[in-house]
């Protein structure tokens, strides 16, 4: 492998990775969830590079064992992250440190079955979203919940607001969320309003195919773009309507995850199932469409032609379920049970 | 080297058969107590009861599993003269916040037997649900539920007179259309001069009906148990049987041939291999899920197991027996490692584990 | 009785009174529980009332460990490029030998990897650590003596530099040492303990200019013996393919530089520092010298490689064999001969069968012996002429075969299924049908895990497995009470009756609630409701509903007129649709045409015994009635 790429096994599965955000350095905390393990756990990693030794490899900090499989983790802060699992529940964790001791990871809340089955089953929850301190979590029964990082109750619930699995969500506006279901399609429900309908429904495709995830841009939360299991990249500017905006011919596996840099938002990363990851970049000439302040990602005519896409690692034979991008460092975790570490990605032209 | 989590079956008195669903995540038991009972491994690998019912009023001989396709099914044969099918039900409208709770109804008692019910068994999921069930006055019913999703209602196809009382029966498991059903049943008739104690039936589809095949004919010692191996694609299907000894018979393809009326009726088994390491009589033959490997048990009280090497010949690999003296807490260990964490369960919540050591440990394990 | 199979005791007095019998679970698992022949007679056992047990027995899979794991997964990384590699024309001796390093590489990393943890454990952790080292350890070895005779390309068959290489990489003790004392205080170095010892165990690796350097080191260096010596091993001929020399001269030089160091030997030249005495004597062979040094070898093939090196220092690598056992009769330890000597000698001897029969019998759960044997395969190496000579011998069987078990115990693993997958993926016999017995039996614990299962699936083209997986999803979504979700997976398995039978459900909750459960799917049936006539009229029904409650009456009603005539209506639906009918013949605005209305009248007529629609027959009568003399009279008009 490239000297830029650093592997690490770490004997699980991966389906979730995340940098922990330093507001005042470049990250080098990470947490890992795994899938399909005996024991299944959310793990906080060190990794300090060294200029001098190329060979260090990410330092286990900490360890939280935890039930099912982790479908989601994301953080609301540097130190306080919100995860979801098979088990049907969310947990706030902390990441405690305390001067001269290793850091620990806490549960704060334990929202435990929150999705269930009809017949009181413990259902997986599949996703969440947050906006500050809310969090909506989605899961195969269909039901969304409403949830504050301040307030152990559950705040709403809507029941069998799908018929279908929900498998993907994202906030539109603090009070509006797009969720994604099993066969495909989109809908948009007001969490504040009392009504459980959707105010909006709307299609993926034509074809009933799966989303596998949902991701607003950074500042322009009506731009959504949302990755499936055929591989196609479909984007929209829910302002004007719910017609897409762009389809992207991606991946030949499923999408597992979308990200935009979250500071150069022209910047966007895909990893899919059948094992590659992808940075979509515009071209330099391109890019001075920008400077009009037009968004790159809503060009809607030949965007194609303006996007340079970068594979950003050797294909890998088992899927990368997850990525995430902290200044020019992007992470992967994978189902052979290793995560690596991209370094020196060009994201500042 | 083996570990074994030991589970209390909590049934009254030996158990007749052990069955495990299609993932192996469930097992069903079945006793001359007259209960069968189920249980379910949860996500920390303990095995737990979750049902126990009285199923039949003799003892109950035989529990098999549907293809989970079907459901949560399960079939029973037993003394009374009766085969049942049983459903599970996951408590349709639990109170707030309580776990549903499971119970098994039965949805048919198939009662044509006027004798003990020796064996039950579904058939290859490809042809939807069927059932057969032989019994100690020779005759093999096969039974087919017309609507798969309505278990309530079962037909009685085909009646099969065997003349002599049966013990056991297999359906040959090949997933491939090519091949037409068939069955495997054996007697266990003491009498060497009632003749062959193996029958295979294959089934015609043009002319709907069952065909005795002229197959194994030098078997006329009592027949236990038999099993056919899953097919791997081989060119011939492979059928254990338990009698005086394990024997292990190879029986080429069968090919429906629609346009032809002269139904075959013959086959050229062949004995492939022979094992009196039991030295006694055999009463199970069990195989794993890919066919690689064979179990016996027999009348030494033992467990053999055989493997089939990559030039199709078998081995001998290990062989498990009883020993109530050899009980010691030594080695016992938990299955889960020791990182202990905020939320770790409860130490009943864990399976537990003993290691159980070969006693005696000859290098090879062979290959040719 | 056989004496090859192992006997394994289930601790538990009933299953010793009774006998026990075995029911399997999996590939590699199965219970075993107290059991006796079924009676014929139904009453109580003489055990009764017992207390019954089942144990559920399953293999201690090392490669299980987590530590392991790592192990598992990054050799598939090699494996599948091997299998890339293959699969393209073209002579592949340079990159398999590459990949070969690769796989001990990976050994070496887990080896570290082993004894850093080593370090930090206690207790019976440690020594099950202390076991994988070993274990491993053997498979680092017997893996790189296999790479030097099977898959390098030695030129001319000239062993001996790889094979001290070799050596010299699992007796790192001399080299270390060296290195050590001469990055130290220079001079008089032969005060340190282990100076000669170091000295000649260099020498016995073939290190002779470390030896020189040594020496250079000693007090006395300056003396005439050390600088006969010193002279004497710079002079010493060594065998280079590369060099233009040939073999016969090669050996004629090596002869005249024996001959010269005898002849000093002999002139006790060196008789005045005995170990000095003892080095040349050991170059030039003498029996008597190599005995004595015995103790500098831990292993037979140490002193093998040492011995050749002074003696035969052009041997071919088919040689290996004979030398190796005249070494081992020599250091007369043919009876302390253990696993690891024997795998090692059976390669030198070129009995690759015997290689690979040896290495089986190693508690690695078979990583070793199915990744070897493929590398060997690939390599061309299991189709040599005295191979081919076994009867019933096929390579490729025999590298399936292992490949077959190595694949079917990771597929039994939670996590590791995807990396045996890909094993089975590469055997092309019997490969596709094992992968469809097991890929079809993963347990579906989520829907996350059940559509990865569905995609290996679909990747390989069993599209059956597929189908079943999606109704046994959909059956337990039933079971739980999510109909809706259920028919989604009913739809994804094209399963014409279960989706058939999940309509019925919707239709009949209608017919008894007056509620339409799943709206949101059923608007989104797309091309999807082809797949059963009972979705089909579902689906339009579904649309008819829409339309009314839209007030779109006209075409409400013509649909409605197409569903009655469409055949494909449940008995339980007629006295529902056609009281439907009621309010649309009663419209203000009349939206069935005279042809509409004599269907509706036919259909009821058909229906007349429905009891559902006795009382509502006569109403109906009426209202189709007065909707036809509507319609004729307007119908009339328009000609």
Known sequence: MAHNIHGTFVSEKVNKIRWRPDFMNASHYFVTGSWDNDQNSIKLWDFQENEEDAEVYPFLVAEFPHNGDITEVKFLNGDFFVASSSSGCVSLLKITSEHGIDPLIERKIYWEGVHKFPNGENCPCTAFCTYDNDIVSVGEDGSINLLNAQNQNVIRTIENADSCSIRCVAFLKHSEILTGNFRGQLKIFDIRAPKSQPATTFMLSGDQISPLCLQNHPTQRHLVVAGDEEGSITIWDLRQNTYPVNVLDAHEGGVMEIHFHPDHPDQLFTCSTDGDVWHWSPKCGSASSLLNGENVWLASEAIKNKLDVFTLMPKLHKPINSLDVNRNKVLCGCDNEAVYLINGVNVFK | MFEAQEINAEHKDLIHDVAYDFYGQRMATCSSDQY??????????????????????????????????????????????????WEEIVGETPGPGERGTRHWVRRTNLVDSRTSVTDVKFGPRTQGLQLATCSAEGIIRI??????????????????QCKLPCSC?????????????MLAVGSDDPNPANGVKVFIYVYSESCRKWTKMDAITNITDPVYDLSFSPNLG????VLAIATKDVKIVNLPHVYDNPNSQNVITKLDAQIVAQFDDHESTVWRVCWNVTGTILASSGDDGCVRMFKMNYINSWKPIAVLRGDGSQVSNEGQRSSVS?????????????ARYIKLGAISQPRDVPWH | MDNTAKTFVIPNELCRRAGVAASWLSVNEFGVFGHQKTPKVDKPSHFAPSDASVFQLRPDIILFKPILRKLVNEANGTFLTLQALVATEGDHKAELLKLSRQYRSIIRACLENLQDEVMRADGDYREELQNYITIFYSVECIWHLCEILFVDAVPGNIVL???????????PKYDRNAASMLAGDLGGLESHPDYWETVIGSLLQGRVKVVRALLKLHSEAESQPFRIVDQCLRAMPVYNMFSGTSIAEFNLQWNHWVVDVQSKIDAKMFISCYNLNLIMKLTVGNEIAWGEIQQYCETWYEMLAAWLFFTQPTVKSFELGQFAKQCITKMSIGNRIKHLDRMLLAAMEFDILQVIKEIQNMTDSGWFVSHLTDLLYHSGRLSDTTIETIENFHPDKLRESFLIDYGSLLMGHKSLWQVGLSYLDHCPSDGPEVTKLLLARLPLNSEMRAEKIVREALNRNLTETAQSICKVQGMACKNRGRLGHALAWALKSQDGTFVSFLSNKFLREYAESGDLNSIDLLDNLGSCILASDRLMFLGKYYEFQKLYQANEYKEAANLLVSLLESKIIPNFFWSILLTDAIPLLECEKMVFSSTDTYIIMQCLEEQEKTKDLKDKLPILRLSATRNLARALVHEAQLK
């Open chain 2, 234 to 237: 081989r060119s011939f299907h």
């Open chain 2, 169 to 181: 029966l297999s359906w040959n498991p090949s997933l491939s259309k090519m091949h037409p059903l």
């Open chain 3, 161 to 171: 530099p790889h094979l001290l290489d070799w050596i010299r990489f699992h007796f």
């Open chain 2, 36 to 85: 069968v009972k189920v249980w379910d491994q949860n996500s920390d690998g303990k095995w737990t009861l979750t049902s126990s019912w009285k199923a039949h009023s003799g003892s109950v001989w035989k529990v098999t599993w549907a293809h989970p396709e079907f459901g949560q099914v399960l079939a029973t044969c037993s003394f009374d003269r009766t085969a049942a099918v």
């Open chain 2, 338 to 350: 020791s990182t202990v964490g905020p939320q770790i369960q409860s130490a009943s919540q864990t």
């Open chain 2, 143 to 160: 039974y087919e539920a017309p609507d798969v999703l309505n278990l309530s209602q079962w037909t009685l196809q085909f009646e099969i």
